[in-house]
């Protein structure tokens, strides 16, 4: 009682002596807890960083790249109709980089509130008036002006806005497969292929070898997937047969978004370095990922642009694809509103 | 000062707790949903059910061979050939795909592996200045009862046409007959199915009405017979296995979608009567009868979308036939490789 009774006695402050003490140690004690957590957090986050670093030096260099030209502004944020323009190109040995050819593109209107999908293959044969001035076959739009030429190209000629570009190299695309765990696909056919550019390979990008894709249903790696939607020589609708295969890659990679962690993502931005380019931002990819995800194959449309909507010609001797733009353009009005 | 030294090596320690962390959770989740050709050991597979007789499966270009409550590897890859769709001949004798980077060739071998033979020779020898269309591809083959073989093989070829034909061989004799005349630049035809009339049933690769690719099956009596379509393009039916005593057929149908599902059907001998969907709302793959008929196994993905593995559907030939089973876990199968089923 008596000890009590001195703790209670008070100092020229007001406060009990010994009160203040302990008010002291107590902050301390605060303070040393908070500069722990502080710490710890730090550390924590610093371990994270270092971790995600692949992804955040990808994503600083592949996403949010500037278009000259009037891209719209709908996102997959807004849950607003939006058109992507797919990309993609041979990036090998062959050729200069900065001036690729595209071997396929592919326009997608994506419906986030209904999940409709339509998918329109443009061939790279297609005769059409370029952009910066001339024509020449769809595919050299991107070699002679990057994405904003192959942009304006599309918008002009096929009477479409397109809302975002996604760029993708050989390698990106077999390297994301594979990062994926593969793909599921039904192949329509035997795909053979006797002059298969050995390209990926390294030595001489100007070789050829040989492929055989097996039909039916199957689980593909990056490369024969790569195989599947590139060989080109075997098929009688030609190019056609070749959109149509990789429209069946593409939805089959779909159905692998949903197995995307977190943790994934710096093995997948190390797979794709240099080989994906986008305008969309990093919350826009964020954003397109459930919706990818969540689409139904029965509210996909595949749209190819075979004849009568294009035919057969030869300009300056080379064999090339004349469009029918009226038939084009009811079509792309109906699908791309 | 000695606590402020282990708080800091704490506070380390957890950042790379964390960065370890993620990696691992990375781990995990790559061995959850299991990669491209992933295989694992096939002594340590125990299959879930016990299945009468012996099937044979390929996995990572090894053969397989699942009996009774074990998988064993009968043939193993190597640098330079890779195992894939066998056959088991009355005999009990394996034949099987030995595939390299530019050509494949067949090969027989005992019901364990050994003996192991070569009968096709598919690899052009070199040549100044390469000429890999000098190769040739030798897939799908199947014997017969008389002994003949049966195989799909890309040849005649001209230019960029490189087409699967579908050939036959009687075993003694090596020269081999061309029964089909494929589709030029649709890939040919594909996974014939000896009938016991002497003629024979394959997957044809067509153009339709929309010109797309799809396939059919057809009959054919002879080398020279043009044969006929047993089903529609609309159908896109292909993989065609046929039940001991010939009158039902089982295939794969797709209706020229991204789905695929196994049908049985009875066939008389020229035609094919009203097909019954066994198996449906997954990727359906080479749907192979059991040796009594009694039941067929076939491959498609496991719960979730894994792999490709094994599955069982008892009473396939009846009335009410059972749900499919599962029949391994653990294992990636080659999902362009029959099972053969031996007794």
């Known amino acids: 009682m008596a000890t009590n009774q001195r703790r209670r006695r008070r100092s020229g402050t007001g406060w009990p002596v010994t ?48 278009v000259v030209g009037s891209l719209g502004n709908r996102s997959p944020s807004d849950h607003d109709p939006f ?21 396929s593109m592919i326009l997608v209107r994506v419906e986030p ?14 005769y059409v008036p370029i952009s910066t001035g001339g024509s020449a076959k769809i595919d050299t739009a991107y070699a002679n002006g990057g994405a904003a030429t192959a942009i304006a190209t599309v918008e002009q000629d096929f009477k479409v806005q397109i809302d975002h570009y996604v760029w993708i190299g050989l390698r990106g695309l077999v390297n994301l497969i594979d990062r994926l765990g593969g793909v599921d696909v039904v192949t329509t056919n035997p795909v053979l292929d006797d002059f298969y550019p050995a390209d990926l390979a390294g030595g001489d990008p100007y070789a050829f070898e040989r492929v055989a894709v097996m039909p039916g249903a199957q689980h593909m790696s990056g490369l024969v997937a790569m195989e ?41 931005a190390s797979a794709l370095k240099g080989e994906i380019l986008t305008d969309m931002s990093l919350r826009d990819v964020a954003d397109l990922m459930p919706i990818a995800s969540g689409l139904s194959l029965d509210k996909v449309a595949r749209v190819l642009l075979l004849p009568p909507y294009t035919s057969d010609a030869s300009v300056d001797g080379q064999a090339v694809l004349q469009p029918d733009w009226d038939r084009i353009h009811a079509r792309v009005a109906k699908s791309f509103p | 000062m000695g606590l402020t030294t282990v708080l800091v090596a704490l506070m380390a320690g957890f950042g790379l707790a964390v960065y370890t962390g993620l990696g691992l959770v990375r781990h995990l989740h790559d061995g959850a949903t299991a990669g491209a050709g992933g295989t694992t050991d096939p002594v340590d597979l125990h299959p879930l059910l016990r299945l009468p007789g012996s099937i044979y499966l390929a996995a990572g270009g090894d053969l397989l061979r699942l009996r009774g409550d074990g998988v064993t590897a009968v043939l193993n890859h190597d640098g330079s050939r890779r195992w894939m769709q066998p056959a088991v001949a009355a005999d009990g004798s394996v034949v099987v795909v030995a595939r390299s980077a530019e050509s494949s060739d067949l090969y027989r071998s005992a019901a364990d ?132 005593g010939g009158g039902t057929l089982a295939m794969v149908c797709t209706q020229g979608g991204q789905g695929a599902r196994v049908e049985v059907v009875s066939f008389d001998g020229r035609t094919l009567g009203t097909p019954r969907v066994l198996a449906a709302g997954s990727l359906c793959a080479f749907p192979t009868w059991a040796p009594d008929g009694s039941a067929l196994a076939y491959l498609a993905p496991a719960p ?34 029959r099972p053969a089923w031996a007794p």
């Not at chain 1, 509130?113 to 297609?126: C, E, K, N, Q």
């Not at chain 2, 799909?152 to 036959?168: E, H, I, M």
Request: charged fraction near 20%; charge should be neutral; glycine fraction near 12%.
């Open chain 1, 83 to 103: 058109t992507v323009l797919l990309l993609g190109s041979d990036d090998d040995a062959k050729f200069v980089p900065g001036h690729l050819l595209t071997q």
């Open chain 2, 304 to 337: 979730g979308g894994g792999d490709f593995t094994l599955w069982w559907l008892a009473g396939a030939a009846g009335a009410t036939p059972s749900g499919p089973r599962q029949v391994l876990e653990g294992v990636a199968l080659d999902a362009t490789s």
């Open chain 1, 228 to 268: 599947y939607v590139r060989s080109r020589h075997d098929d009688l609708r030609e190019d056609f047969g070749r959109s149509e295969r990789q429209q069946q890659v593409l939805l089959a990679l779909r159905t692998k978004a949903h197995t995307v962690g977190l943790a994934d993502l710096p093995d997948i």
């Open chain 2, 113 to 244: 592996g050994g003996g192991l033979q070569r009968l096709t020779d598919d690899a052009a020898a070199p040549l100044h200045g390469g000429s890999l269309e000098r190769n040739h591809w030798a897939f799908h083959p199947r014997a017969g009862a008389d002994g003949r073989l049966w195989y799909s093989y890309d040849a005649p070829k001209a230019g960029f046409r490189v087409d699967l034909a579908v050939w036959s061989r009687p075993a003694a004799n090596a020269v081999a007959t061309r029964w089909s005349s494929p589709v030029g630049y649709t890939g040919g035809d594909v996974e014939p199915v000896p009938l016991p009339s002497g003629g024979v049933v394959y997957a044809r690769y067509v153009i339709g009405a929309g010109s797309e690719i799809r396939s059919q099956l057809w009959l054919q009596t002879g080398p020279r017979d043009p044969g006929h379509a047993l089903t529609t393009t609309d159908d896109d039916c292909s993989q065609p296995d046929l039940a001991p």
């Open chain 1, 113 to 126: 509130a209904t999940g409709h999908v339509t998918m329109l293959s443009i061939p790279r044969d297609l």
């Open chain 1, 19 to 66: 009160e203040g003490v302990a008010t002291r140690r107590r902050r301390r004690r605060v303070l040393v807890a908070v500069l722990v957590i502080v710490g710890f957090t730090a550390s924590g986050l610093a371990g994270a960083v270092a971790y995600f670093l692949p992804v955040l030096a990808t994503s600083l260099g592949a996403t949010g790249q500037s």
